[in-house]
């Protein structure tokens, strides 16, 4: 299986954004080069009392429109390029729902499944002691991402306020509740995507009470299973994978009990009345709306002209490559692309800031109708720029997010 590097993919995906709107050289050369990167180590005390290293990064790729926000990933295949292109993701991501803020993203390669909850949290506390002081609601702001969690968010942030002595819980997103967490942002990714879904249906015909699958089965992919019926009215959900493999049934699984199953037993597999399937057979299914929420590069020139869903949803970040992009355009493939279809989570997470910066906190039909006036507003405007450039919807969004992060730029005297 051929490998792909996910920062020369998403640098391919912003020269082609960068040429349809006649963008110089100099802001070409900002817009794929990040602003700062911090890359370090983390020297961790384990339970057995011996001590590890783990490689970090941070990475804050542009601040034009606001400070760096973006998740923090626990992984153990991280490598600084995945880092940097999730993190140039997220900028044209906040742009393109047009939140005052720039991109970023951080992550610690690890493997989360072999590692207690103290090891977790040691690590999780030496990441800020490493760059509290580039870190602020005002400078840059972390979010979980793939294996890490509130819990995760909830250390972080107690960290950074004893080594700064002082209240700033605007500086981490996706905390608990209890501790300045918002209404509403456990499934914001997944509603944003499914309302984003919802938009589609009406636009193109699409028929949301067919089946639909779902690729990956962490926060995002379980959250999109248990509100696809709720937004859309109907659909059955056929089939589902994880990590570990993937299961199918033509006559629906059960999205709460498949939650509780995963919770139960750490995968999706065995699930009762589900036979097994392999995670590719998944993507070729044949289903109205296929739901990538797994990690980047699922869905490339390989199975591309495979695929029967009719739209895609993008909850993952990268699950499709540039020359997939292309063949499932060809084939009438309705792509809600990731800066778009996952760019819910990231406006909870503003909804958060705002939240905390005035501690007042609004109740969860106010976050739920922001967010679907934000992403229902970005579905749009992003139509019209698939209709008026005559290009591909990945395309079209980010030339809706660069035109705006280069207009910044310009406006800041940077280029
Ligand atoms: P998570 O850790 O909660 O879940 C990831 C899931 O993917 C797990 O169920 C894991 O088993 C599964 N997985 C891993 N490799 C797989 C494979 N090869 N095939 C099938 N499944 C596989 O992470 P998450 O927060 O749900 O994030 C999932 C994706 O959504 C990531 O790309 C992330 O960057 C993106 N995303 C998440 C958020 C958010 O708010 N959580 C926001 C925007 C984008």
């Known amino acids: 299986m051929q490998s792909y590097n996910s920062f020369e993919v998403a640098k391919q995906q912003v020269l082609e954004a960068a040429r349809l709107l006649n963008l110089d050289e100099a802001t070409i ?196 299973a248990l509100l696809h019926h709720e937004i859309l009215g109907g659909g059955k959900l056929i089939a589902v994978s994880d990590s570990r493999g993937a299961i199918f049934n033509s006559n629906g699984l059960d999205p709460k009990e498949l939650v509780t199953h995963k919770l139960k037993t750490g995968s999706v597999i065995n699930f009762k009345e589900s036979e097994p399937i392999s995670q590719d057979e998944l993507l070729e299914l044949d289903v109205e709306i296929l739901y990538p929420a797994a990690l980047e590069n699922a869905i490339t020139s390989e199975n591309a002209s495979n695929i029967k869903a009719k739209v895609i949803c993008e909850l993952a970040n990268g699950p499709t490559t540039p020359e997939a992009d292309l063949i499932l355009y060809d084939k009438n493939v309705h792509v809600i692309p990731d800066i778009l279809g996952s760019a819910g989570g990231v406006t909870v997470s503003y909804f958060e800031m705002v939240q905390d910066n005035y501690s007042y906190f609004w109740d969860e039909t106010l976050v739920h109708q922001r967010l679907d006036k934000k992403l229902t507003t970005a579905y749009h405007t992003v139509q019209e720029a698939i209709k008026d450039k005559k290009v591909h919807p990945r395309l079209a969004a980010m030339v809706v997010g660069i035109a705006r992060v280069a207009e910044a730029c310009k406006l800041r005297g940077w280029v």
Not at 30 to 54: A, C, G, S, W, Y
Not at 84 to 102: F, I, Q
Not at 108 to 137: D, H, Q
Not at 191 to 203: D, M, N, Q, S
């Open 29 to 224: 050369e900002l817009l794929t080069k990040p602003q700062r990167e911090m890359n370090f180590t983390l020297h961790v005390r384990m339970d057995d009392n011996t001590t590890k290293i783990f490689q970090a990064y941070r990475i804050q790729y542009n601040f034009a429109r606001g400070p760096a926000k973006g998740g923090i990933r626990f992984h153990p295949d991280e490598t600084v390029d995945t880092i940097r292109a999730l993190a140039c993701w997220m900028v044209w991501k906040t742009a393109v729902v047009d939140l005052p803020l720039g991109g970023g993203k951080g992550g610690v390669c690890c493997n989360p499944k072999i590692l207690s909850e103290r090891e977790l949290e040691n690590i999780s506390r030496e990441y800020v002691r490493m760059i509290a002081p580039l870190l602020g609601s005002d400078k840059d702001i972390p979010a979980p991402d793939v294996y890490t969690n509130p819990q995760t968010m909830a250390w972080m942030m107690d960290e950074f306020e004893t080594i700064m002595n002082r209240h700033e819980r605007g500086v981490f997103t996706d905390k608990p509740q209890q501790i300045g967490g918002t209404e509403g942002r456990r499934d914001a990714t997944a509603r944003g995507g499914v309302i984003t879904v919802r938009e589609a249906c009406k636009v193109y015909g699409f028929d949301p009470s067919k089946n639909f699958a779902i690729q990956g089965f962490g926060n995002a992919g379980q959250r999109a």
